[in-house]
Each structure stands twice: as C-alpha cells, then as structure tokens.
C-alpha cells in the first residue's frame, strides 16, 4: 500500500488558509480513506481549525503537531505538501519542502508559483477545492509523476537557491563583466 499523508506547515492564522488544506482533505478522504494530514503550527486559530476538521468528519484523520522546531523530521513525514495561503508569494515553507525532495503543491495564485509548474503540482486558481483533491489524488495514482515533481523541486532548491550556486553564478557574471572592459 502506497502511504498517503498530505501534509502543511506555518502559523494558523487566517490568512494561510488550513481551512482550504482541511476542505482539500475532506475531498480525497471522499476519494480515498487512506488519505492522512500533518498539520505543523500553532496560533490564535488552531481550536478553529480542529473545529473545522470535526465538522468535516475528518478530525480522525489529521494528526496536529504543534510547533517544530526542526521540520527535517516533519519533511520526512509526509508525502506531499500542500501550500494552502493565497496571499503569499514563494514562501520559504514552499521551497523547505522541495528542498527535502517532497512534491509539492500549491495553488497558481501569481507568477512564482505559476513559473514553478512542473516542479510543483501548480493547482488552478479557477479550481474548487474539490478539483484540487482531484488533482492531488491523480498524481498520487502516479507514483512515476510523484518522483519526477520531488527530483525537479530538489534540483531546482540546489541549482537556483543554494547559496554555493547563488555565489558561483555572481562570480561568472562578475568575472564576465571585468573581461568586457
């Protein structure tokens, strides 16, 4: 059995929207039961929230973790993560898990994240919750396309954001720019 636990992170504030992450989960539940969710953090809107997952019957399946203080084990836990805040552009949470190799998915909200298709599960804004979980559910059907999105969200994290490759690019475009006069 292939093990399907979906799994978000961050403050619980209104704004990041886990009530969207807890909706997504009661789709694929609807879908398939052996969905699970990890949900790491904590704020003013956690009883909200756990109030929310028992309305929606899925309290059972969602395991709260509080705050981490290292999200290595957390990454390890889950395999998919899904971005579930509108308002924010790349969040560092976002490129945490694809740099521990986790596909990820997040609604195509504005630029960034459309940019990133093909290394994340980029979800269609015009989209219902329900048509998310569809997706989700689809690419968990394919652990082929699983693999590619954590291989290309990891060689991204190492090619365009590790700080070793950040420094050698400025220093090719430096030393490019020193020959030319």
């Not at 949900?39 to 899925?58: N, V």
């Not at 997040?106 to 960034?112: D, I, R, Y």
């Not at 290309?152 to 954001?161: D, I």
């Amino acid at each position: 059995m292939v093990r399907k636990t979906v799994g978000a992170a961050g403050r619980l504030v209104a704004w990041k929207r886990f009530d969207q992450f807890l909706r997504v989960g009661k789709h694929l539940l609807e879908l398939d039961s052996e969905y699970q969710f990890r949900l790491a953090g904590s704020g003013p809107h956690e009883q909200s929230l756990r109030l929310l997952a028992k309305e929606l019957g899925i309290s059972e399946k969602v395991t709260w973790s509080g705050e981490v203080s290292n999200m290595d084990d957390f990454f390890g836990s889950i395999d998919l993560f899904l971005l579930s805040s509108e308002f924010e552009d790349l969040p560092m949470v976002l490129l945490e898990a694809m740099y521990h190799g986790v596909p990820s998915a997040a609604v195509a909200t504005n630029a960034s994240r459309a940019g990133l298709a093909g290394d994340i599960l980029a979800l269609d804004p015009r989209d219902t919750e329900e048509g998310w979980a569809r997706v989700i559910h689809a690419l968990f059907q394919n652990p082929e396309g699983c693999q590619r999105l954590s291989e290309r969200g990891r060689s991204l994290m190492e090619q365009e954001y590790m700080a070793e490759n950040r420094v050698k690019r400025l220093e090719s475009l430096y030393t490019r720019l020193v020959t030319r006069r």
